[in-house]
């Protein structure tokens, strides 16, 4: 079974994150740019079918050059090989345009299986495997906490607000996952030193036959009005409990209403 | 007026979910509330009077076996062919999972633009996003096509608005394409009267600090005594403590209610991502430098053993 797993660098979560103050999108100069932390779990996840059944494993990353190195960490895991979509017509792309990149190019690599993280952790939109399965016409299984396969069959479990769904579909599919599926690895030195020479192909649009007005800035379907940066909290009160911090906490929670 | 299509979320056991009510308060300031219920047959007609009750003008039925019988795909198919036909002023879903997938299918079949987890919407179509963990705020439009914006639960308080809705059918006709992510099961897991995390008015979560799954209890019985929903932090969900659907953060739920209190969270920057809009926020913990105080608008540094129950017997007294 052969897999593309998508991977998106993005600033660290456990940082300081910015909005670039002349063009609204994400200050990565500024940021600790690391491999988004639910990619990981898909790469895992693609790992373990790949022992089990056997194929093909490829890294799928749309973003700036600087992105390479996210694809090394990617690959220091274990997959195969890695593709990379780089163009400077790129920069300021919507959901929208970035799934008809995406998918002209799960389209050349004609994979059995699309594996992604449930969402990113910078947008946290969700939104790409069901918008790459409406491009694909292929089936999008989303959420999953769970996967298993057998034959051309897939089947996850869904979480949901009232419990999880169990739901199926054959191959090709999208499927994306949950950091409850699995543990991922943690890459091995050699893994890390081998990551260094497996092969990295580099697309440009022109490769994906997608014109520049159709991306970016200038075919963006929505736009960033303006940012600020959220005042901080303040005006708390802050006690240390000698015996009748319950009280304090109730009396507090009276004044507001809550009781 | 120009119609606002709001898609209405709702289950059989609890009926029409609060956010539609929210949507539909919010849609009233776009245009005349039009709610579009994708469900099984009888949908429309069990959730028409409180749709009504908000304001909802009309009400657009596509029922059919395979809307609930495939993963979210009839569902966009549906509503984008309505959207083609009656043109709406914007559309308006829940910034659920589903809500978002619905949302994102639709932007792909409408060559539309996308909004989601707006928290506030204005009357041109402008939302309001709260991002990187609560720290940045963003005014965002869509900038080709109509306003197609997924709202996060909490946002606005739901207003009654009385209105006697028409119920327009809808044929559901799908394509092969439609039908590939097929549900074969849905199993309900054990959850209690508790109402749910995004949708409660009152979250009490756990953290680390509870300690285990055994002292969740107490984290339980501080909930109840609000008629609100217990959380979780990724640390105690890691830990074994409570299961991960009640996870609050980064790689969890959002959740924005009226009162959040946080027991034993230190308030790591993946707990906060998940709480940080949060109207009046309560923190007990034993470490006086734990970040949850930077956030808390009161914060008691004790023994949560102590503290907790002693505050639910005031709350007891009081009542």
């Not at chain 1, 491999?35 to 790949?50: G, P, R, S, T, V």
């Not at chain 1, 790129?90 to 959901?95: E, M, P």
């Not at chain 2, 956010?19 to 776009?30: G, K, S």
Request: charged share 25%.
């Amino acid at each position: 079974m052969n897999i593309v797993v998508l991977v998106k660098q993005v600033p660290d979560s456990g940082a300081e994150r910015n909005l670039r103050t002349d063009d609204n999108t994400v200050d990565r100069a500024s940021a600790n740019n690391v491999i988004n932390e639910m990619d990981e779990y898909a790469i895992e996840e693609a790992l373990k079918i790949q022992e089990a059944h056997g194929g093909e494993v490829t890294v799928l990353t749309m973003g700036p050059e600087s992105a390479t190195e996210a694809i090394r960490k990617a690959l220091s895991m274990g997959p195969d090989k890695a593709v990379h979509i780089v163009d400077d017509a790129l920069r300021g792309s919507c959901a929208v345009a970035t799934s008809k990149v995406l998918a002209a190019a799960i389209r050349q690599l004609n994979p059995d299986l699309v594996l992604c993280g449930a969402e990113s952790t910078d947008g946290r939109v969700q939104v790409m495997p069901h918008m790459l399965a409406e491009r694909l016409g292929i089936a999008a299984l989303t959420g999953a906490r769970k996967l298993t396969i057998e034959g051309s069959t897939l089947t996850i479990e869904r979480q949901t607000e009232e419990g999880y769904e169990v739901v199926t579909a054959s191959t090709p599919a999208v499927v994306s996952v949950w950091d409850t599926i699995n543990e991922p690895r943690y890459p091995s030195f050699k893994g890390i030193m081998a990551a260094k020479k497996k092969p990295v192909q580099t697309l440009s649009l022109a490769d994906l036959g997608i014109d520049a007005a159709e991306v970016g800035f200038a075919g963006a379907t929505s736009a960033v009005i303006e940012h600020s940066k959220r005042p901080p909290r303040s005006g708390g009160t802050k006690i240390t409990d000698e015996g009748d911090g319950g009280v304090k906490l109730v009396e507090f929670l009276a004044t507001e209403k809550f009781v | 007026m120009a119609e606002v299509l709001v898609v209405v979320e709702a289950a059989q056991a609890v009926g029409v979910k609060k956010v539609t009510l929210e949507l539909l308060t919010l849609a009233r300031e776009l245009g005349t509330p039009a709610a579009v219920v994708l469900g099984g047959p009888g949908s429309a007609e069990a959730y028409a009077e409180k749709l009504g009750e908000y304001g909802a003008a009309k009400i657009y039925a596509a029922e059919s076996e395979d809307i609930d019988g495939y993963l979210v795909a009839p569902k966009a198919a549906v509503l984008a062919d309505l959207v083609k036909r009656v043109q709406p002023a914007a559309v308006l879903l829940a910034s659920s999972q589903e809500g978002k997938e619905i949302a994102g299918r639709l932007a792909v079949k409408l060559d539309n633009g996308i909004l989601t987890d707006a928290v506030g919407l204005d009357a041109d179509g402008t939302a309001t996003q709260v991002v990187f963990a609560g720290s940045t705020i963003v005014k965002s439009k869509v900038t080709r096509g109509l306003p197609l914006v997924t709202v996060r639960p909490n946002s606005v308080s739901p207003s009654p608005a009385p209105a006697t809705p028409t119920v327009e059918r809808i044929e559901v006709q799908l394509g092969d394409n439609d039908k590939l992510a097929r549900v074969v099961e849905r199993v309900a897991e054990q959850k209690g009267s508790r109402p749910e995390l995004t949708e409660a008015s009152v979250v009490v979560s756990g953290g680390r600090g509870v300690g285990s799954a055994e002292n969740f209890k107490l984290v339980e019985e501080l909930a109840d005594l609000f008629g609100g929903a217990v959380g979780a932090s990724r640390a105690a969900v890691d830990s074994g403590f409570y299961p991960h659907q009640f996870q609050v953060g980064q790689t969890g739920k959002t959740v924005s209610p009226q009162l959040y209190i946080a027991l034993g969270i230190s308030g790591a920057i993946q707990h906060r991502a998940g709480m940080q809009t949060s109207k009046t926020i309560v923190a007990v913990n034993k470490d006086p430098e734990a970040p949850i105080f930077e956030l808390a608008d009161f914060g008691v540094v004790g023994d949560l053993f102590k503290v907790v129950p002693q505050a639910i017997e005031e709350i007891r007294k009081r009542k």
